[in-house]
């Protein structure tokens, strides 16, 4: 299928996939009903104006309440001065400007080449990513945390790193899993950055303690450790590898450990080699994957991660792989082994999104050719990329075949460089398969809205 050559052409196709999205949105995956952000809501509420202790909070009805760390909550604070709508309508907001800073810094320079035909489409791949159908579903925080850790790499790539760091110390406070980042600027030798890092986390997780002390104490003695509290360890929406352990029927802490020093073995050694060829862009990308894997619980709204990856995969030159990955990440699959994931299709199936990570995390492309543009290079605002790597980088895309392309362009949001070419040759929309026709967990209509509690029968 050939993308048209006018504008008006160009319009309809834009038109159909809208439409097309927004009819696979709105009947086939079951929207969450802002479940975490009632929680966030629900918790300063209680805390700021009936006096309540922020981890004594529950959604009423439900076993769920707040388990982020004690700063989460303080930064959450002005929330408890509005009306759940306007909450509601301020967290949309706010995750769609994190997904533009998300995809501008992953664009790269030459953003602006791509035009309103190929950021369309982008628009149109991204609705059908499920983590990021479902971060937005949610209310949750993700998006505004990648956008916080991938601009310390815009700021340390592009010679602004006076300020590099604050967003990965913000983002340690506000959730655990970031901290990973400090790994990364201690592997890549960025020891002022990473100093920074840790002082801004250390400042912001005091400032809670002077603001919720008793908070604070439970939390770092207590909830930390206790992972019930966030939900089960083998539920299906669990797709870190502790929650491949915990569907095999091995929930012991030592062997998760040993396959977590494993992989933190793997993270090490290709993240210096990308530092080492100035590839930050794959050296976020591979510590985002690495924390989606070692985090004992990793819910399928936490792969939003992914998202730089899919950007590294177009710039090397493997399209054809980021829109396969990423077509089956908006597919909803796990889904299928909801109720029984035993047998060796359970194991393969409902795994399948932690596969796509550690398969990301082992193989992902480090380090670029002489001369080709890279969004997170030292020089990348002031280098020209070489012809000759532009030329067969954009023949190889232009050769897709339309779904490829869109889920690509899905996957990548834009990876800079010359040859991914989203505004002439994405042209349809990513949409994998849908998922089967039974009710999924944490739906609007089903949940006690847990990530542990099944929904009653249908």
Same mark, same amino acid.
């Given at each position: 299928?050939?993308?048209?050559?006018?504008?008006?052409?160009?319009?309809?196709?834009?038109?159909?996939?809208?439409?097309?999205?927004?009819?696979?949105?709105?009947?086939?995956?079951?929207?969450?009903?802002?479940?975490?952000?009632?929680?966030?809501?629900?918790?300063?509420?209680?805390?700021?104006?009936?006096?309540?202790?922020?981890?004594?909070?529950?959604?009423?009805?439900?076993?769920?309440?707040?388990?982020?760390?004690?700063?989460?909550?303080?930064?959450?604070?002005?929330?408890?001065?509005?009306?759940?709508?306007?909450?509601?309508?301020?967290?949309?907001?706010? +995750? &769609?400007?994190? @997904? $533009?800073? *998300? /995809?501008?810094?992953?664009?790269?320079?030459?953003?602006? #080449?791509?035009? =309103?035909? !190929?950021?369309?489409?982008?628009?149109?791949?991204?609705?059908?990513?499920?983590?990021?159908?479902?971060?937005?579903?949610?209310?949750?925080? +993700? &998006?505004?945390? @990648? $956008?916080? *850790? /991938?601009?310390?790499?815009?700021?340390?790539?592009?010679? #602004?790193?006076? =300020?590099? !760091?604050?967003?990965?110390?913000?983002?340690?406070?506000?959730?655990?899993?970031?901290?990973?980042?400090?790994?990364?600027?201690?592997?890549?030798?960025?020891?002022?950055? $990473?100093? *920074?890092?840790?002082?801004?986390?250390?400042?912001?997780?005091?400032?809670?303690?002077?603001?919720?002390?008793?908070?604070?104490?439970?939390?770092?003695?207590?909830?930390?450790?206790?992972?019930?509290?966030?939900?089960?360890?083998?539920?299906?929406?669990?797709?870190?590898?502790?929650?491949?352990?915990?569907?095999?029927?091995?929930?012991?802490?030592?062997?998760?450990?040993?396959?977590?020093?494993?992989?933190?073995?793997?993270?090490?050694?290709?993240?210096?080699?990308?530092?080492?060829?100035?590839?930050?862009?794959?050296?976020?990308?591979?510590?985002?994957?690495?924390?989606?894997?070692?985090?004992?619980?990793?819910?399928?709204?936490?792969?939003?991660?992914?998202?730089?990856?899919?950007?590294?995969?177009?710039?090397?030159?493997?399209?054809?792989?980021?829109?396969?990955?990423?077509?089956?990440?908006?597919?909803?699959?796990?889904?299928?082994?909801?109720?029984?994931?035993?047998?060796?299709?359970?194991?393969?199936?409902?795994?399948?999104?932690?596969?796509?990570?550690?398969?990301?995390?082992?193989?992902?492309?480090?380090?670029?050719?002489?001369?080709?543009?890279?969004?997170?290079?030292?020089?990348?605002?002031?280098?020209?990329?070489?012809?000759?790597?532009?030329?067969?980088?954009?023949?190889?895309?232009?050769?897709?075949?339309?779904?490829?392309?869109?889920?690509?362009?899905?996957?990548?949001?834009?990876?800079?460089?010359?040859?991914?070419?989203?505004?002439?040759?994405?042209?349809?929309?990513?949409?994998?398969?849908?998922?089967?026709?039974?009710?999924?967990?944490?739906?609007?209509?089903?949940?006690?809205?847990?990530?542990?509690?099944?929904?009653?029968?249908?």
């Amino acid at each position: 299928m050939r993308t048209p050559t006018t504008d008006r052409g160009r319009l309809l196709l834009v038109l159909t996939l809208a439409t097309t999205v927004t009819v696979f949105t709105a009947t086939v995956p079951l929207l969450r009903d802002w479940f975490d952000l009632r929680v966030y809501y629900g918790t300063v509420h209680t805390w700021l104006h009936h006096g309540g202790r922020i981890y004594d909070y529950h959604v009423p009805g439900t076993t769920y309440g707040f388990t982020y760390p004690p700063f989460a909550a303080v930064s959450m604070a002005p929330m408890g001065y509005l009306g759940l709508g306007t909450a509601i309508v301020a967290a949309l907001v706010l +995750n &769609l400007v994190a @997904l $533009a800073v *998300v /995809l501008r810094i992953l664009a790269g320079p030459g953003w602006r #080449r791509y035009g =309103w035909f !190929g950021w369309a489409l982008v628009a149109c791949g991204l609705a059908l990513f499920e983590p990021l159908r479902d971060t937005f579903s949610f209310g949750q925080v +993700n &998006l505004l945390l @990648l $956008a916080l *850790v /991938l601009g310390d790499g815009w700021l340390l790539s592009t010679g #602004r790193g006076r =300020w590099a !760091g604050v967003g990965i110390g913000l983002a340690a406070a506000i959730k655990l899993t970031p901290a990973l980042f400090i790994g990364l600027l201690l592997v890549a030798r960025r020891w002022k950055a $990473a100093a *920074v890092a840790t002082a801004v986390a250390l400042a912001a997780t005091g400032l809670a303690v002077l603001v919720v002390p008793d908070a604070s104490k439970f939390y770092w003695t207590h909830a930390v450790w206790d992972t019930t509290r966030v939900g089960r360890l083998d539920y299906v929406s669990n797709q870190s590898l502790q929650g491949v352990l915990a569907r095999l029927g091995e929930t012991g802490r030592p062997l998760w450990a040993t396959v977590v020093l494993l992989v933190l073995c793997v993270w090490a050694v290709r993240v210096r080699r990308a530092v080492v060829a100035g590839d930050w862009t794959a050296a976020f990308a591979l510590t985002g994957l690495t924390a989606c894997l070692i985090s004992p619980i990793t819910w399928v709204h936490h792969l939003v991660w992914l998202l730089p990856s899919f950007a590294v995969l177009v710039r090397a030159g493997h399209p054809r792989i980021a829109g396969a990955l990423y077509a089956v990440m908006c597919t909803s699959v796990v889904w299928l082994w909801f109720d029984d994931s035993s047998g060796i299709d359970g194991f393969l199936g409902s795994n399948t999104y932690t596969w796509i990570t550690l398969g990301l995390l082992l193989w992902l492309p480090t380090g670029q050719a002489p001369g080709s543009r890279r969004p997170f290079s030292r020089n990348a605002s002031t280098t020209a990329p070489a012809p000759s790597t532009a030329a067969p980088t954009t023949a190889a895309v232009s050769a897709q075949p339309g779904p490829s392309s869109a889920a690509t362009a899905a996957a990548t949001g834009t990876a800079a460089g010359p040859g991914l070419g989203l505004a002439r040759n994405a042209s349809s929309e990513p949409t994998g398969s849908t998922r089967p026709a039974a009710a999924k967990p944490q739906s609007s209509s089903s949940r006690a809205s847990s990530y542990t509690v099944k929904p009653p029968p249908a």
